[in-house]
């Protein structure tokens, strides 16, 4: 069978623009160190890429979920610390203040529980990123309601106006953790700043008998924070330990991810320099057989 000038021609320039692009695609993977550019170049390992993408889109947002978690469970662990030191402070003045000082003596410290009295309602009223913290679910209602006294200002009584309900923050392991304190110990809290008004209450009528006998139930008080303190560092380490796990994960993902897409180097390299140097030669020998073909015709 005699092969025409035109089909030689026609095979020389398909050789020419095969090796054209398989140049032009090595070019492409040693500048960039990747591999796969587009769904066509390896349909497998896109399809591999894009499942890793999803499971480390959804890491990550479990990992703002944990983040959250634990700023507000830090928040209210700063919370209780600060009613713990309140209470040991009332649990001293209790104590200290019904001494053969005289009723005078006990005015003076009925300032100061007073005083313990403002700051407990202020802390169990506190807000993180805008939300109350002992709220429960009710996050944007102020969750410590009081009365206070028309003439003198003094709180006379405190009630919990939160939610029964505990927020809860998923982690993305098929678990969640409550970062806030439960009903019992919002309740807890209450009873507490009720307490500080009858040690404030006793003391200033000068009843010495009424105020020691609020030390045990404000040790009481003291078991329920410290109980809660010990919650919230719980709660912590667990959101630790998944954030730690998630850490590893999305970094498996990520090198999971560049072993799918990313080339490797010397094998291309090589193949480029090969590829480069047979599109030279068809070059050359395309332009020799074009030559020769014009002769040809001329003759």
Same mark, same amino acid.
């Given at each position: 069978?005699?092969?025409?000038?035109?089909?030689?021609?026609?095979?020389?320039?398909?050789?020419?623009?095969?090796?054209?692009?398989?140049?032009?695609?090595?070019?492409?993977?040693?500048?960039?160190?990747?591999?796969?550019?587009?769904?066509?170049?390896?349909?497998?390992?896109?399809?591999?890429?894009?499942?890793?993408?999803?499971?480390?889109?959804?890491?990550?947002?479990?990992?703002?979920?944990?983040?959250?978690?634990?700023?507000?469970?830090?928040?209210?662990?700063?919370?209780?610390?600060?009613?713990?030191?309140?209470?040991?402070?009332?649990?001293?003045?209790?104590?200290?203040?019904? *001494?053969?000082? $005289?009723? /005078? #003596?006990?005015?003076?410290?009925?300032? +100061?529980?007073? =005083?313990?009295? %403002? !700051? @407990?309602?202020?802390?169990?009223?506190?807000?993180?990123?805008?939300?109350?913290?002992?709220?429960?679910?009710?996050?944007?209602?102020?969750?410590?309601?009081?009365?206070?006294?028309?003439?003198?200002?003094?709180?006379t009584s405190v009630a919990y106006i939160g939610s029964s309900a505990n927020?809860?923050?998923?982690?993305?392991?098929?678990?969640?953790?409550?970062?806030?304190?439960?009903?019992?110990?919002?309740?807890?809290?209450?009873?507490?700043?009720?307490?500080?008004?009858?040690?404030?209450?006793?003391?200033?009528?000068?009843?010495?008998?009424?105020?020691?006998?609020?030390?045990?139930?404000?040790?009481?008080?003291?078991?329920?924070?410290? *109980?809660?303190? $010990?919650? /919230? #560092?719980?709660?912590?380490?667990?959101? +630790?330990?998944? =954030?730690?796990? %998630? !850490? @590893?994960?999305?970094?498996?993902?990520?090198?999971?991810?560049?072993?799918?897409?990313?080339?490797?180097?010397?094998?291309?390299?090589?193949?480029?320099?090969?590829?480069?140097?047979?599109?030279?030669?068809?070059?050359?020998?395309?332009?020799?057989f074009m030559n020769v073909s014009l002769l040809n015709y001329i003759h």
């Amino acid at each position: 069978m005699r092969i025409t000038t035109a089909g030689m021609n026609t095979d020389l320039i398909g050789q020419l623009q095969s090796l054209e692009t398989q140049q032009n695609t090595l070019q492409t993977q040693v500048s960039t160190g990747q591999r796969v550019s587009q769904p066509g170049d390896d349909p497998r390992a896109v399809s591999q890429v894009v499942a890793a993408q999803m499971e480390q889109s959804a890491l990550t947002q479990d990992g703002l979920n944990a983040n959250v978690a634990l700023t507000d469970s830090q928040n209210t662990s700063a919370g209780l610390a600060q009613f713990k030191s309140l209470a040991d402070s009332a649990s001293q003045l209790a104590v200290t203040a019904t *001494g053969p000082n $005289g009723a /005078q #003596a006990m005015k003076a410290v009925a300032l +100061q529980v007073n =005083q313990l009295l %403002e !700051q @407990a309602v202020n802390a169990g009223n506190a807000t993180s990123g805008g939300n109350y913290l002992f709220a429960g679910t009710a996050v944007t209602t102020q969750p410590f309601s009081v009365i206070r006294d028309p003439t003198t200002g003094q709180i006379t009584s405190v009630a919990y106006i939160g939610s029964s309900a505990n927020a809860s923050v998923p982690l993305g392991d098929g678990t969640a953790v409550q970062p806030s304190t439960d009903a019992a110990t919002n309740a807890g809290l209450a009873t507490f700043m009720g307490q500080l008004v009858t040690l404030r209450n006793s003391l200033q009528a000068g009843d010495a008998t009424t105020a020691q006998a609020t030390a045990a139930p404000l040790a009481d008080s003291d078991d329920v924070i410290v *109980g809660a303190i $010990g919650d /919230q #560092a719980a709660v912590q380490s667990r959101i +630790q330990i998944v =954030q730690t796990k %998630e !850490q @590893a994960q999305l970094t498996n993902l990520g090198q999971q991810i560049s072993n799918e897409t990313a080339v490797d180097m010397p094998t291309a390299i090589t193949k480029l320099n090969l590829t480069s140097e047979a599109y030279q030669a068809a070059l050359e020998s395309a332009a020799k057989f074009m030559n020769v073909s014009l002769l040809n015709y001329i003759h």
